[in-house]
C-alpha cells in the first residue's frame, strides 16, 4: 500500500488490526477481581520513569559515541572502516541491552532482581534477539538496494516478499514450536531459534542473490517462530506467580528498546559508510545484518546464565 503510495489506507489497515486485537483480548477469560483493590501507590510508576530515562540515556550516548568515532574515521580505508565500525557498533550495542536491562530491571523491580537473576538474563536475552529480528526488517529496503544494487523503486518488490516470506515462517513456526518446547524445554528452543536466526542472517549477509536471501529469511522467519514461543513460555516460568503482571510488564522494556538500541546505534554505522565511501554501496548494511546475526548468537550465550526451570 505505501508503495502504492496509499499511506493513509496503510494506516487505517494498522490501526483496524490494533483495533481488532484489542476487543479479541476483551473476550479472553478472566477472574474478576475480588475484595477491594489496594490504594493507588506512586512508587513503581516513578520506578518506571527513572528506568526508561536511564535506559534512554545509555542508549543515546551509545549512539552519540558511534557517531563521534565515525567521524574520527572519515579517512580510513574501507577495512579498517569496516573493523572498528563492526566491533564499535557490536560492543556498543552489547552494552546498551546488558547495561540498559540491569539498571532498568533494578530499578524497577528493586530487590526482588537481584533475588532472582535469571529473569535479568531472560530479558538480557529477549532484548538482543528482538534487537536483530525488529531491525532487519526495518532495515532491508536498504539493504536489498545496496545488496543487489537495485534502485529504491526495484528494491520494494523484492523487500515486500522478503518480509512476507520472514512473516509466513514466523506464523508456520510458532504453534509448533509450543508443542516442542512442552516436549524438549524452553531453553533447548531458545537456544535453536538463535542459532537459526543467526544461520539465516549469515546466508544473507555473504550470499548476494536474491534465492538465498529468501533461504535466509525463511531461517530468521523460523527462529523468530520459535524464538516468540519458547523465551515467553520460558520467562513466564521464571517470574512469581503473584507478581507475573508487574515482571512482565518490566520485561517490555526489551520490546519497545529493540527498535532504539538497533536503530539509534546501528543508524550512524550504515550513514558512515553511505556518506563516506559512496563507492561500496550497501556495505554499512551489510555490516549492520552482521552485527544483528552475532546479537543471535549473543541471545544464545545468555541462556547459559539463566537456571534450568522445573515443568508445572
Not at 175 to 186: A, C, E, H, V, Y
Not at 281 to 286: D, E, F, L, S
Amino acid at each position: 500500500m505505501v508503495a502504492e503510495d496509499k499511506i493513509l489506507v496503510a494506516l487505517l489497515a494498522a490501526i483496524g488490526l490494533i483495533v481488532l486485537t484489542m476487543v479479541i483480548t476483551m473476550f479472553a477469560p478472566e477472574r474478576p477481581l475480588r475484595g477491594v483493590p489496594p490504594p493507588l501507590n506512586i512508587a513503581p510508576f516513578l520506578r518506571l520513569v527513572m528506568m526508561t530515562a536511564l535506559f534512554t540515556a545509555i542508549i543515546l550516548s551509545i549512539g552519540q559515541l558511534v557517531q563521534w568515532i565515525g567521524n574520527l574515521l572519515g579517512d580510513a580505508s574501507l577495512e579498517a572502516a569496516l573493523g572498528a565500525m563492526g566491533v564499535l557498533g557490536f560492543l556498543g550495542m552489547v552494552i546498551a541491552v546488558a547495561a540498559g536491562v540491569y539498571f532498568s530491571v533494578n530499578i524497577g523491580i528493586g530487590e526482588s532482581a537481584r533475588n532472582n537473576t535469571s529473569f535479568t538474563w531472560w530479558v538480557i536475552n529477549r532484548l538482543a534477539f528482538l534487537i536483530g529480528s525488529t531491525n532487519i526488517g526495518s532495515f532491508a529496503l536498504y539493504f536489498m538496494q545496496g545488496r543487489l544494487g537495485l534502485p529504491g523503486e526495484q528494491a520494494a518488490e523484492p523487500t515486500r516478499w522478503l518480509l512476507l516470506v520472514v512473516g509466513v515462517f514466523i506464523l508456520l513456526v510458532a504453534p509448533i514450536s509450543g508443542w516442542l518446547t512442552d516436549r524438549f524445554g524452553s531453553k533447548p528452543m531458545v537456544a535453536i531459534s538463535g542459532l537459526t536466526a543467526a544461520l539465516g542472517t549469515l546466508v544473507i549477509v555473504i550470499v548476494p542473490h536474491l534465492t538465498a536471501i529468501y533461504l535466509g529469511g525463511i531461517l530468521i522467519g523460523a527462529g523468530a517462530g520459535m524464538f516468540y514461543t519458547a523465551n515467553w513460555a520460558l520467562g513466564t516460568a521464571l517470574v512469581p506467580g503473584q507478581e507475573a503482571g508487574r515482571y512482565l510488564g518490566i520485561s517490555n522494556l526489551a520490546g519497545a528498546g529493540a527498535g532504539a538500541v538497533g536503530a539509534y546505534i546501528g543508524g550512524p554505522i550504515a550513514d558512515f559508510f553511505t556518506n563516506t565511501m559512496p563507492q561500496t554501496p550497501g556495505i554499512g548494511y551489510v555490516l549492520l545484518y552482521a552485527i544483528y546475526g552475532l546479537l543471535f548468537l549473543a541471545s544464545v550465550l545468555c541462556l547459559l546464565k539463566i537456571k534450568p526451570v522445573k515443568a508445572n
